[in-house]
């Protein structure tokens, strides 16, 4: 068994899809595991950061992968292609909302994907849970489609080619999207820049 793990492990993607076609329950448990982190951060944050809908939209899109493996396009990166699946998800769920007014919640467990901050242990920690909190809240006052990009630029490491791929929008537009929310950004959170006093 240990052996056959270590195989899926070195799989590509698009390997371990052709797997699952062929009913390969392991090369699902690899895919999951390479993906069911980033899939979940992102969900929390398209949906107003909930965390228990995040966790049902996890496990419906890993239904769909697992049931209709067929639908994904060996010609298309599965990266590209499950969040492109992800993406409409999301889409789907604000259309059927209409109006997203959503609590902001700190996750403390979350903080990891911020640097760390040099200095005292207990300061930075209160520093970074406020900035988090501030950046949750000012990410809830963006446009959609300038949170999307946003999110899946900076933390999805997706290149602006693969965004326009998943978004279905010219990368042109994708970039003057990301433009304008890290300028609204940088606005909303203008009280955390150290340099703010000096007319940075």
């Known amino acids: 068994m240990a052996n056959a793990n270590t195989t899926y492990q070195s799989m590509t993607d698009e390997t371990l899809m052709r797997q699952l076609r062929e009913r390969q329950k392991d090369a699902f448990h690899e895919l999951y595991q390479r993906y069911s982190g980033r899939l979940l951060r992102f969900f929390f944050r398209m949906l107003g950061n909930d965390e228990e809908t995040a966790q049902d939209f996890l496990h419906d899109i890993f239904l769909k992968v697992i049931e209709r493996p067929a639908q994904y396009n060996p010609k298309q990166s599965f990266s590209t292609w499950i969040f492109v699946v992800a993406y409409n998800m999301c889409k789907n769920e604000y259309r059927r909302r209409n109006v997203r007014k959503y609590v902001t919640r700190v996750e403390t467990t979350l903080l990891d994907e911020f640097p760390q901050i040099d200095g005292n242990p207990q300061d930075a ?25 946003f999110l899946l630029r900076f933390q999805q490491q997706f290149s602006i080619k693969e965004i326009s791929d998943i978004t279905g929008c010219a ?9 304008h929310a890290t300028r609204q950004l940088a606005d909303l959170l203008h009280d955390y820049n150290p340099y703010h006093d000096e007319g940075v």
């Open 171 to 179: 990368e042109g537009t994708i970039k003057s999207r990301l433009f």
């Open 125 to 149: 920690e209160t520093d970074c849970v406020l900035f988090h909190n501030a950046l949750l809240k000012a990410l809830e006052l963006l446009s959609d489609n300038h949170r999307d990009v």
